[in-house]
Every structure is written in structure tokens, then in C-alpha cells.
């Protein structure tokens, strides 16, 4: 069994930094990747960031500049740095890990687990 828990969430002003963390216990290995997904109220799950074992990164258009997402020696754990936080970042962070390398690493619907998420919420 693994879980994903995400923390570092909570309400900041525009303009405002946050740092989300994720650890991953249970059944521990090396992860594939592991990323930053995020929904907001009525709208579907995005990518925000996502980071392979091997250190590449994606990002989402509308976070870039802004957003850095890392892993920890271990890779078990990952990071997500988010700066010049705006109203439209204002959402549930969900973190995840996809245990294989098939398929794209910015798709979720190739992620294994996921954590419960964290709210974020970036007031104007």
C-alpha cells in the first residue's frame, strides 16, 4: 500500500509564495515520476508540474516562471515551489506518483497513486 501525503497548502495574497510537499510511505521504490496535479471548482484536473527519476520536468503554460517543482536524494519525495501566486492558482493540489515508464509522465491517466489533496487559495 502506498500513500501520498501533500502539505504546505493554504490562503495567501496575490503576488504570495507557497511551498507544497509530498511524501510518499508504504510500499516505497523509486517512482518513474511524480508531479502536481491541481483541480479547481468545476473545471477537470490539470498538470501543473510533473519530474522524472531522471530530473526532466514539465510544466503547465501558465505556471512557468512562476512554479519549481523538485525531488529529494531519496526521490521518494517532491517539491513544489509556487511564486507570483495569482487568484486563477486558486485550487485543490493533489500530488502523484507514476510507478512505470510507459506513457507520457504529463498525462494523469498514467499515474498509479495519488494523494487526497491540498488547498490552495490565492485571494486578490
Known amino acids: 500500500q502506498v500513500h501520498l501525503v501533500e502539505s504546505g497548502g493554504g490562503e495567501v495574497q496575490a503576488g504570495g509564495s507557497l511551498r507544497l510537499s509530498c511524501a510518499a510511505s508504504?510500499?516505497?521504490?523509486?517512482?518513474?515520476?511524480m508531479g502536481w496535479y491541481r483541480q479547481a471548482p468545476g473545471k477537470q484536473r490539470e498538470l501543473v508540474a510533473a519530474?522524472?527519476?531522471?530530473?526532466?520536468?514539465k510544466y503547465a503554460d501558465s505556471v512557468k516562471g512562476r512554479f519549481t517543482i523538485s525531488r529529494d536524494g531519496t526521490q521518494n519525495t517532491v517539491t513544489l515551489q509556487m511564486n507570483m501566486l495569482k487568484p486563477d492558482d486558486t485550487a485543490d493540489y493533489y500530488c502523484?506518483?507514476?510507478?512505470?515508464?510507459?506513457?507520457?509522465?504529463?498525462?494523469?491517466?498514467?499515474?498509479?497513486?495519488w494523494g487526497q489533496g491540498t488547498q490552495v487559495t490565492v485571494s486578490s
Open positions: 502523484a506518483a507514476k510507478t512505470g515508464g510507459r506513457g507520457s509522465y504529463s498525462d494523469l491517466r498514467w499515474y498509479d497513486y
Open positions: 519530474i522524472t527519476n531522471g530530473g526532466s520536468t
Open positions: 508504504g510500499r516505497t521504490f523509486s517512482y518513474y515520476a
